[in-house]
């Protein structure tokens, strides 16, 4: 089993930047990983995804020139770098990951494990 622990969330002035953390534990794996967020009243959502390697990443369009997502796989840990933030961006974000390697899209089905969600919340 592999446990997901995100940590880097907190109260951010729009403009600002925040640097997300996804630390997984037990078995390792090669996996691609993710980011996904859920704002109160709205479904969850993808934010960016990342195989195993490292060399192939996905945003939502949302996000796209704002967020940068990373791995350092000798420390299992994934990365989600949030600049420019703004007040939309605020929710709960989980990191995710994937049996395989590879990614196969942005729906939550295609991931197996799932963190318990860190809070960003972004003021105006």
């Known amino acids: 089993q592999v446990q997901l622990v995100e940590s880097g969330g907190g109260l951010v002035q729009a403009g600002g930047s925040l640097r997300l953390s996804c630390a997984a534990s037990g078995r390792a794996f090669n996996n691609a990983r993710g980011w996904f967020r859920q704002a109160p009243g709205k479904e969850r959502e993808f934010v960016a995804g990342?195989?195993?390697?490292?060399?192939?990443?996905y945003y939502a369009d949302s996000v796209k020139g704002r967020f940068t997502i990373s791995r350092d796989n000798a420390k299992n840990t994934v990365y989600l770098q949030m600049n420019s933030l703004k007040p939309e961006d605020t929710a709960v974000y989980y990191c995710?990951?994937?049996?395989?390697?590879?990614?196969?899209?942005?729906?939550?089905?295609?991931?197996?494990?799932w963190g318990r969600g860190t809070q960003v919340t972004v003021s105006s």
């Open positions: 990342i195989n195993w390697s490292g060399d192939s990443t």
């Open positions: 995710a990951a994937r049996r395989l390697s590879g990614l196969a899209g942005s729906s939550a089905d295609l991931f197996d494990y």
